[in-house]
């Protein structure tokens, strides 16, 4: 099994023609994703990469059945990519942009309220399932297939992760990077549900970041759930307080709590293994 994305996975790629995603769609499809159609307003031609083009996300949908988008557009018009896929009502939509505004995450962090569309990123390196699918920019070859689940707010900390637990013989059923911008689309707790219902997923590495009050989310989730999975959560941001010069801001913006050490405290008082370096996240996977 596997979290969100496999090699059944329908995935239109939004902006398809770009360099970068010419480039990055090549490499997934070589490795087994399923992409069945890109989107290009104006279009100017009907095919790229062996696929069909749309205009539209919607007729890309009903056209080839996806349930999944991919996103590529420049950060000036991410927001209505976005919106659009939404829109679409498209099960997952996965956004690699980065330096999208605040205001337009926030406009559409509003219309994701109440809508089936799960969003990750922005500013992601996206998901994997390793040897079935990934959506996004990973490494791909430093994957092996296994059954520790990771969602991350971290991107290169995600590979350092993945190397280190491969070096000691562990595998993954699903890499989720939630994005590294302060507004993300989706947090910890969505994923979190989904890892502890999948059945070849063993246990999770979170790791998480200082920024945001996400990990205060899943800490609050993981202390009331019952049967749940084991979490490692590793903490390993920087430690410096965020300034108070700022008034009460910080404060609402993450209830408080304003440094790694806090988080940790938070997330180990919620029943998770909280660790602080690649080393003893190791010796913690070795344990279960």
Known sequence: MAVLVDKNTKIIVQGITGTQASFHIQRSMKYGTNIVAGVVP???????????????VKEAKEKTGARASLIFVPAKSAKDAILEAIHAKLDLVVVITSGIPVNDMMEIRHELVGSSTLLIGPNT????????????????????SGDIGIISRSSTLTYEVVLEMNRAGFGESTVVGL???FIVGTGFTEIIKKFNEDK????????GGIDGNY????AELYAKMPNIKPIIALMIEDTTPISKDTGLAPDILYRGITTA??????????????VDNLADLVAELSKL
Not at 42 to 56: C, I, S
Not at 200 to 207: C, E, M, P, S
Not at 215 to 218: D, F, I, K
């Open 179 to 181: 994005g590294d911008d």
């Open 261 to 274: 050490e806090e988080k940790k405290k938070l997330l180990e008082d919620s029943g998770m293994i909280v």
């Open 200 to 207: 070849k997923t063993k246990a999770v590495v979170l790791i």
């Open 42 to 56: 104006n279009k100017k031609e009907d095919t790229h990469l062996g696929v069909p083009v749309f205009n539209t």
């Open 125 to 144: 390196p996206g998901i994997i399932t390793p040897k079935q699918a990934y959506m996004g920019i990973f490494p791909d070859n430093i994957h092996q």
């Open 215 to 218: 990990e205060t989310e899943v």
